[in-house]
């Protein structure tokens, strides 16, 4: 259950956020949402798989956090292990805000329902006495802005992958060192085969485009599979 509104120094002049992890606080993610400007911050880290909801006819990116519903292998109690945080997740509890067929500036909204948000002593605040944005909520409004551009601009990636038929079905088996078998199913990712025979013409129109680097970082992201393997295992053996 959702609870939006308009970010407002006025209204909200004591809100504050719970700025640590948590599974409680939203973290509890096997994927999380990324777009194709992030794919090489991304990439480093979480394997970079494609997908779309039944019945839908646009495919969106994910980074792969786990195997199972609810399972973030990064997230360590209040810790996060990994050397970057996904945007998606860094801007909870905010997310951006415009109105229907209009051209006014995208607004920051706040999931007033949201479990990081907190009152009182509690927190990081933000807004200061005078009313202004603390750092961390300009940090924060930096980081939307970012999701929100690399947003919009994927409409135009995916219909590239679209136009050369370059996403694949991927499914994944693998028997854990408990003996237990762990599959992971509905998702995408880039066909290596199609990319490498696409003409010259063809892959020069997708550099031109800004398309081909995070085609080539999701290919790249792939190397993190095993590594989200071997982060399963070893907490099975730590327990």
């Known amino acids: 259950m959702t609870s939006h509104a308009i ?3 006025n209204t909200h002049r004591e809100l504050r956020v719970r700025a640590e992890m ?13 777009v194709p400007s992030e794919f090489r911050r991304v990439q480093g880290h979480f394997p970079i798989l494609f997908r779309r909801e039944a019945g839908q006819e646009h495919y969106f990116a994910v980074a792969l956090l786990g ?7 990064f997230l360590d109690g209040a810790r996060w292990d990994a050397g970057y945080r996904p945007l998606s997740l860094a801007i909870q ?24 948000l907190a009152e009182g002593g509690e927190g990081v605040r933000l807004f200061d006495a005078g009313g202004l944005p603390t750092p961390f909520l300009e940090d924060i409004a930096d980081k939307l802005g970012d999701l929100d551009e690399g947003y919009r601009q994927s409409a135009a990636f ?23 078998l762990n599959s992971l199913v ?17 892959l020069g129109a997708l550099h031109a485009a800004g398309h081909l680097m995070p085609i080539f970082m999701a290919v790249a992201s792939l190397a993190q599979v095993k590594a989200l393997v071997d982060r399963k295992n070893r907490g099975l053996r730590d327990g």
Do not use: C, K, Y
Not at 93 to 116: E, K, N, T
Not at 189 to 200: M, S, Y
């Open 7 to 9: 970010l407002d120094s």
């Open 186 to 202: 509905g998702f995408h990712i880039i066909d290596e085969a199609r990319l490498r025979a696409l003409d010259a013409a063809a």
């Open 22 to 34: 948590g599974a409680d606080l939203g973290d509890g993610v096997m994927a999380t949402l990324t």
């Open 67 to 73: 195997f199972q519903s609810g399972e973030n292998l």
């Open 158 to 180: 995916f219909a590239a992958l679209a136009e050369h038929d370059l996403l694949e079905p991927f499914t994944l088996e693998v028997t854990l060192d408990d003996g237990s």
């Open 93 to 116: 509890p905010f997310l951006v805000g415009r109105a229907a067929d209009s051209d006014a500036p995208a607004q920051v909204h706040v999931d007033l329902a949201h479990p990081r």
